[in-house]
């Protein structure tokens, strides 16, 4: 789970309207649980029992632990919206208890249609034994879903037990639709929308032919890139929507990492749609159709353009990656180079609001075989981002022993980069570790051919991101940015 929560947003989406007084109508069953368990599942009957008991002169589900360290899911035993609309704003609400003082608890509701699952969900740690109260809002995005409702509790100890009551799911508003946004697809579940508990604001719409400014002036322009400090994001889940972390932090991700197979297009349109109305750029990675080879013989241009024109109705600039942390996937590293090749071009050309990026280990660049150095693998193509997952041994155990090296990655990484860069004549910022953290400060070329290094101040503050339609500032053939 990403715990990097501080990032600039975007000004532009779409502001949820309430509902006529009167309207909100709990569609729980038994969510005071008056009726016993009637209409109520745990997941894992293995792990959990599940029964009921007064506790404060009221009925509640008290759930059980069976098991050390479990993690205990109170289901509703049929969904409690068989099949919504999009675009309707909804509140779930449950108040909880444990045995013990401190316990981690999670409010969850999932959007389901046929293989599609959008998580909505907030945590929450209390730190006592009373009663706390559970609220999460969020706007559904997929036409006809139905909306699954659970409550957690983790690292639960044997024996030990959690009490959850009155749960409630009520429609609360209706979100207004920006026409601008919508993905042109005859899917109903590709269209833009925008969580409820987004602090975007209605503005000027967006289009891919403007540019975005930073509220300290930085402009970044249609394609999400501009010299300016870095946007901090991260990847939650499986793709889960990460606005509770965004609430319990005070601020959104400036990006968002999610990932798809090569035949998840929608729902990656329809995830990116949601970024940029919650004010945040997607970064978007793709599995391909086809192995390497064949990618490069063309198989999957046609793959790339539907890509590449849908990213283009897109209310807002998508950062796009194909087949990312490379190495040693596929028997020759040159194919990779080459699909990359073949694919920037078409991207960048049918998309004047997406960035095309290539996400690399770093390690392998650095201490791998020659064929993975920088020289061997950089693609020889307009590259506007540049990732390097960089992973970190501390706290892990090798042999029995507990590695407890220096977490900052400094002599691994970063002074491997700024001696390679003095090397080659030309200076390197350092940086902490932040994986897949997309900078934008550009300095001159560390390689002759594509690709640039940059450097991120982090002194500064969040910036907000604010839309000017009438500016537009296109990158150059030879200006490329890379984050660390």
């Not at 599609?116 to 036409?143: A, E, G, R």
């Not at 600039?317 to 942390?325: D, T």
């Not at 002194?459 to 940015?481: K, Y």
Request: charged content about 20%.
């Amino acid at each position: 789970m990403a715990t990097v929560v501080v990032a600039a947003t975007l000004a532009f989406g779409f502001q949820p309207s309430p509902l006529a007084q009167g309207a909100a109508k709990n569609l729980v069953d038994n969510g005071t649980f008056s009726g016993g368990v009637t209409g109520w599942k745990v997941n894992d009957s293995t792990t959990t029992k599940l029964s009921t008991k007064k506790v404060s002169g009221n009925k509640a589900a008290r759930l059980t632990s069976k098991v050390k360290g479990s993690t205990l899911v109170l289901n509703d035993a049929v969904n409690s919206v068989q099949s919504g609309d999009a675009y309707l704003v909804y509140t779930a609400t449950a108040r909880v208890k444990s045995s013990v003082k401190k316990r981690n608890f999670e409010l969850r509701v999932r959007e389901v249609y046929a293989d599609q699952v959008l998580s909505h969900s907030t945590t929450y740690t209390t730190k006592n034994k009373s009663w706390h109260k559970l609220s999460l809002t969020f706007t559904t995005t997929i036409q006809g879903a139905a909306l699954d409702l659970n409550v957690l509790a983790y690292d639960v100890a044997k024996s030990a037990l959690v009490y959850v009551d009155s749960v409630s799911l009520t429609v609360t508003g209706t979100a207004q639709k920006n026409e601008a946004a919508e993905t042109p697809t005859p899917s109903p579940t590709a269209t833009a929308t925008a969580t409820a508990t987004a602090t975007a604001t209605a503005s000027t719409p967006a289009t891919t032919t403007g540019a975005y400014t930073l509220s300290n002036g930085c402009t970044l322009n249609a394609r999400g890139v501009g010299a300016c400090d870095p946007l901090v994001g991260g990847a939650v889940g499986s793709n889960t929507d990460p606005t509770s972390i965004e609430t319990s932090a005070g601020a959104h991700f400036g990006v968002r990492r999610t990932y798809y197979q090569s035949n998840q297009v929608d729902a990656a349109m329809r995830n990116a749609a949601i970024d940029l109305a919650a004010g945040r750029i997607p970064w978007i990675s793709f599995k391909l159709p086809y192995n390497w080879t064949d990618m490069v013989a063309g198989k999957g241009d046609a793959w790339a353009t539907d890509i590449a024109q849908r990213i283009a109705k897109l209310n807002g600039p998508v950062w796009v990656a194909f087949h990312h942390e490379p190495e040693k996937d596929e028997p020759d590293i040159t194919k990779w180079t080459k699909m990359q090749e073949r694919l920037g071009p078409i991207i960048r050309s049918n998309a004047p609001n997406a960035a095309f990026t290539v996400i690399l280990t770093g390690w392998n660049q650095l201490y791998g075989a020659s064929e993975f150095r920088f020289d061997s693998i950089w693609p020889n193509t307009t590259v506007d981002i540049a990732g390097f997952d960089v992973y970190t041994a501390y706290g892990t155990t090798k042999n029995g022993t507990l590695r407890l090296g220096d977490p900052s990655l400094k002599a691994t990484y970063f002074d491997q980069n700024l001696r390679l860069g003095q090397e080659q004549g030309h200076r390197v910022g350092s940086r902490r570790n932040r994986p897949e953290r997309p900078c934008q400060r550009r300095l001159p070329a560390l390689d002759s051919r594509h690709l640039q290094r940059v450097e991120g101040d982090r002194r500064h503050r969040p910036r907000v991101l604010q839309h000017h339609p009438e500016q537009h500032h296109q990158l150059g053939a030879d200006h490329h940015g890379q984050d660390e």
